[in-house]
């Protein structure tokens, strides 16, 4: 499948209209709700695939962030064969009380996983407990990237951002 369709696929399956509080605090009122892509296994199948094609090279770890980048980097593992790791928003507090759980990024390239972007706030902060358990972080790929700062602030944090799709992409691949 062309991205093109694929883009439209993405749109009709996620893209919802009202007033939306986004995690960055600002309003849209447009919204892609990741549900919509990530609980159809052949669109996230084909995402996934998408997103492989965007893995750096030397990458050696997946890093995928709760919630919606578990399923992305998930996918992207299974693809790629590299092992991957999920980023808790905080550490649990039973159990290992981890905030990075899965396999051990200590000393490794990880590629960090999200499925929609606006400000970059949530793979910020990510970056910090990542860091502490010694991964090295090489970039950040996403679904969407909403094209609101997200790519500026994770480069002023020396993370480059890759994105499937812009929003302005995938309103146009909907004749928007």
Not at 15 to 39: C, I, M, N, P, W
């Amino acid at each position: 499948m062309d991205r093109a369709e694929l883009g439209k696929r993405v749109y009709a399956a996620s893209h919802v209209t009202g007033r939306f509080k986004l995690r960055s605090g600002a309003y849209s009122d447009q919204y892609f709700d990741k549900y919509g892509f990530e609980s159809d296994p052949e669109l996230l199948r084909e995402i996934g695939d998408a997103l492989v094609q965007l893995v750096p090279e030397g990458t050696e770890l997946l890093a995928g962030l709760e919630l919606g980048g578990v399923p992305l980097a998930t996918v992207a593992s299974q693809r790629t064969g590299m092992p991957v790791v999920f980023v808790r928003k905080e550490a649990k507090d039973y159990g290992t009380c981890k905030q990075v759980e899965g396999a051990d990024p200590s000393g490794r390239r990880v590629l960090v996983v999200e499925d929609v972007v606006t400000s970059g706030g949530a793979i910020l902060d990510a970056l910090p407990p990542l860091r502490a358990a010694g991964a090295e972080i090489v970039a950040a790929i996403c679904a969407i990237d909403r094209e609101a700062g997200a790519g500026e602030a994770l480069a002023s944090a020396g993370v480059p951002l890759h994105a499937v799709f812009t929003m302005s992409a995938l309103l146009e691949a909907a004749g928007e």
